[in-house]
């Protein structure tokens, strides 16, 4: 049952082969298990768990359920959740009960599936690594010694040691598709807009999205597509119908399905900098994908190599106004000892956020500062634009782009500890993808030499979820890379 993809779950449930609060009972005692190595879990909510499980199976019993009722999941501690601790990775947030839940909280408790904890995350979302987490680093299920990458480092090494089958993350510059790579499961984030950023604590607004992991691009599809909808509570939510993107998978068998799509490949991501292994695995990949129909072109995206720069300007900026919300008062951590009240805001925040928190705050309020506003954070702001037009003239050849996820696999814990720069530059293939706002997913498609997975990044047009989904799904009809588990979960 811990390796079942969500329709075959689906079917045991339906078919009362195993009830929701056994399955529930079988992924919170894996935690038990497996958690105090890997650190996955901030918060483990097991009565919170049973107790949806118990519904879902009055659900189920009354002939209600839908595509995701009973089955389990783990959230991001970066959505608010009702009556549940919610962390966002920072000791400032370490004693906070929402009030209210998410959105896409709210959605999945709708649909009837079955939170069981919160995912462990750098903090407030800031980082490759998962280790800038209050609550200690995550560790990789494939290699403990190694980082599962980040910021959405707990969820995704959740999925990929199958103790939740399916988990939520949010991605402002690959903090979905980073980690989805780095621990070999699919992850994918939609087009900025479709699902909305309402209790999705704010880390930099106008690029945080929500998605989501799974073992496959299916189950991807079936806990995207109940993330998905218009929200009037966030002024960004795009108001359009929502897609059924697990009902688009289901294609009529043929030998060659992916006819017809041109796969367009960025001369500057094949470039210098990639790995040798991750490129052998991508050229691999990219063979597949030929044999199953697709052609391949080269495209440009000349610009691309300024996103992490201009990211780094206009991410620490929206942080450095986000995060001024944390001040001590009405919530959060707050000093115990203070003089006056602007001793109290220093105090509670100095204590409060760790120091890439704080880097970034300082390199924000810099960037906006009177005298560097035109400087820093205006011509970033250009650059984003000519990065988005680089992406619409090369989808102008394709249908979608694709590429490696990151450089290499998985490095060691701690490596990168002291070099917050290099770090930064990771983050190279999935950066420009957010300042764009276009939808990007990220599959296995591989292991390097030292036994790691290694990701294939899918970039599409606007809207294009379904198009990502379909290809990465007739990827994995034909491949077995997304089968592939770490020893604890063989
Ligand atoms: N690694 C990037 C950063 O540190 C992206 C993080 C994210 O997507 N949340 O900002």
Redesign the pocket.
Same mark, same amino acid.
Do not use: N, W
């Given at each position: 049952m811990i390796n079942a993809s969500l329709p075959e779950l689906r079917r045991a449930l339906d078919a009362r082969q195993i009830s929701s609060v056994e399955l529930a009972t079988l992924f919170l005692d894996r935690i038990a298990a497996l958690n105090p190595d890997l650190n996955a879990f901030i918060t483990v909510d097991r009565d919170g768990a049973l107790a949806a499980a118990r519904a879902a199976d009055e659900r189920i019993a009354a002939g209600t359920a839908g595509a995701l009722t009973g089955i389990p999941l783990a959230h991001k501690d970066v959505f608010c959740t009702e009556g549940v601790l919610t962390t966002c990775g920072s000791k400032m947030l370490s004693d906070f009960v929402s009030p209210y839940d998410a959105h896409v909280v709210s959605l999945l408790k709708a649909a009837g599936a079955v939170s069981l904890g919160k995912a462990n995350m750098d903090e407030f979302?800031? @980082? !490759?690594s998962n280790e800038s987490s209050y609550y200690g680093a995550v560790k990789n299920p494939w290699n403990t010694t190694r980082v599962p990458g980040?910021?959405s480092g707990g969820s995704a090494a959740a999925v990929a040691a199958r103790l939740a089958p399916i988990a939520t993350g949010?991605?402002?510059? @690959? !903090?979905v598709r980073q980690p989805a790579a780095f621990c070999g499961i699919t992850g994918i984030k939609p087009t900025y807009g479709l699902v909305s950023r309402y209790g999705m604590i704010a880390?930099a607004s106008s690029l945080d999205q929500g998605g989501a992991f799974g073992a496959s691009a299916e189950d991807c599809a079936l806990l995207l597509g109940a993330m998905t909808g218009f929200d009037e509570r966030d002024s960004t939510s795009l108001e359009r119908p929502t897609e059924d993107y697990a009902a688009a998978l289901a294609a009529p068998a043929s030998a060659k399905p992916l006819e017809g799509l041109r796969i367009g490949l960025p001369r500057e991501f094949f470039a210098e900098g990639m790995a040798g292994d991750v490129r052998a695995a991508i050229e691999a990949a990219l063979d597949q994908y030929r044999a199953l129909g697709a052609t391949t072109v080269e495209v440009s995206l000349p610009n691309a190599k300024l996103a992490i720069p201009a990211y780094y300007v206009i991410?620490p900026a929206e942080c450095s106004s986000n995060l001024s919300r944390f001040d001590g008062v009405r919530y959060g951590h707050r000093a115990a000892d203070y003089g006056d009240l602007a001793d109290m805001y220093s105090k509670s925040r100095a204590e409060g956020f760790g120091g890439e928190v704080k880097r970034r705050i300082l390199v924000g309020t810099y960037v906006l500062s009177h005298g560097y506003y035109d400087a820093y954070y205006l011509q970033a702001q250009r650059l984003r634009r000519l990065i988005a037009q680089d992406f619409q003239a090369a989808l102008q050849q394709c249908d979608l782009i694709a590429g490696p996820t990151t450089p290499t696999t998985a490095w060691a814990l701690g490596q990168m500890a002291d070099d917050p720069v290099q770090m930064y530059l990771s983050?190279i293939y999935t950066i420009a993808v957010n300042l764009a706002g276009l939808p990007g997913l990220s599959h296995p498609a591989g292991f390097g030499a030292d036994g790691l997975p290694i990701g294939l990044q899918l970039v599409g047009d606007y809207f294009g979820e379904a198009r990502l989904l379909n290809a990465a799904h007739r990827f994995q009809q034909v491949t077995d890379w997304h089968a592939r588990r770490p020893a604890t979960a063989a």
């Open positions: 979302a800031m @980082g !490759s980040g910021s949010t991605d402002t510059g @690959g !903090s880390y991410a983050d």
